[in-house]
């Protein structure tokens, strides 16, 4: 290329280069975008054609009200299965006869069952699946332990341990037995 032809196109290269500059400098920015609760639909049911909720306010997944009612009526539950796991995982410790371990189920003793519950009933699926991993995780560890697995098996329970703390943390948001849950956290 020569000069005549190089010099117009760098100018026309550093007018667009300078266009464009200032053209991002100085646009205007959309507002940021906020959370909002959506409001409540309504839509005409085929059948009755009477108008229906989509969001139904009832629910236990709204607000703390469902979270407060399941607290009292699982609170006792999940405290009854983190004592019963504490000292049934202490009893592995202690070697505890084998034929007397192999004999327990602990996943169908009445704790268990009703933490079953409580996590099938918590509002929050995942808060849910916690609350069955708690389980799991002791189940695991005495399956372990019974195979002779000790890695697996304090793996697991240290899985247990913290699972245990997050849902004393949870307990306390809603505290039914105040006194229950610290005596408990601080075995």
Not at 31 to 51: D, M
Not at 61 to 72: D, I, P, R, Y
Not at 145 to 163: E, I, N, P, T
Request: charged share 20%; aromatic share 8%.
């Amino acid at each position: 290329m020569s000069n005549d032809l190089l010099i117009p196109i760098l100018i026309c290269i550093g007018c667009l280069g300078l266009v464009l500059f200032v053209h991002f400098k100085t646009r205007s920015k959309p507002p940021p975008k906020t959370f909002s609760i959506p409001t409540t639909k309504l839509q005409k049911h085929e059948t009755t054609g009477q108008f229906e909720n989509f969001f139904d306010v009832s629910s236990p997944v709204h607000g703390n009200k469902g979270l407060a009612t399941w607290h009292k009526t699982f609170e006792t539950a999940v405290l009854d299965f983190i004592e019963l796991a504490d000292s049934f995982l202490s009893s592995l410790d202690n070697e505890t006869e084998p034929n007397e371990i192999k004999a327990i189920d602990l996943q169908r003793t009445p704790e268990a069952v009703q933490v079953q519950e409580a996590a099938a009933r918590h509002p929050s699926p995942e808060m849910g699946a916690e609350l069955s991993a708690l389980l799991a995780t002791v189940a695991a560890s005495f399956h372990a332990h019974l195979r002779g697995d000790s890695a697996l098996s304090l793996k697991q329970r240290l899985l247990y341990v913290d699972y245990r703390e997050i849902w004393f943390q949870r307990l306390r948001q809603f505290p039914q037995n105040l006194e229950r849950i610290i005596r408990l956290r601080r075995a």
